[in-house]
């Protein structure tokens, strides 16, 4: 369904905001993250950046570096999607900011067409990865409130 773009932009704007209440779940100190997975206007996944179901929620080492084995929002709620009887083909993520290039490949993997983000990563590796390969980019750096 198209909408306006005037109307894309308010339903955009609410997703990020409820991705940005999602990335307040997160134990992680350095950075919280959230994501949504939306498709037919319907919520269908979700997550924040957190460390694996039974590690310890503590997100960094004694140094403030972030664990290796620490789930990225996107990824969590891919893996989320996976475990139920939903796909994201032709779904939006919606995340607080944007992809990483390993979390890129996933979302192109998975069949999301759209990424609307608040926050650019440091790195754009990921950004211009999803823009090469036809993925629709959205940032909205200041949301309505």
Known sequence: MEYSKEKQFRYDNAY??????????????RK???????????IISDGYNGTPTGYDNCCEDDNGDTHWY?????????????????????????????????????ILQAGITRVVYINGYKDSSG???????????TQIEHLDE
């Open 70 to 106: 620490v789930l990225h929002a996107e990824a969590n709620a891919l893996t989320k999607l996976a475990k139920s009887n939903q796909n994201a083909n032709n779904a939006t993520l919606y995340i607080t900011l944007s992809p990483c290039k390993e979390c890129s490949k996933l």
């Open 127 to 137: 950004i211009d990865f999803l823009k090469g390969s036809g993925i629709q980019l």
């Open 16 to 29: 990020l905001k409820m991705a940005k209440e999602w990335a307040k779940l997160s134990h992680c100190s």
């Open 32 to 42: 919280q993250v959230g994501a949504l997975i939306v498709r037919d206007r319907m």
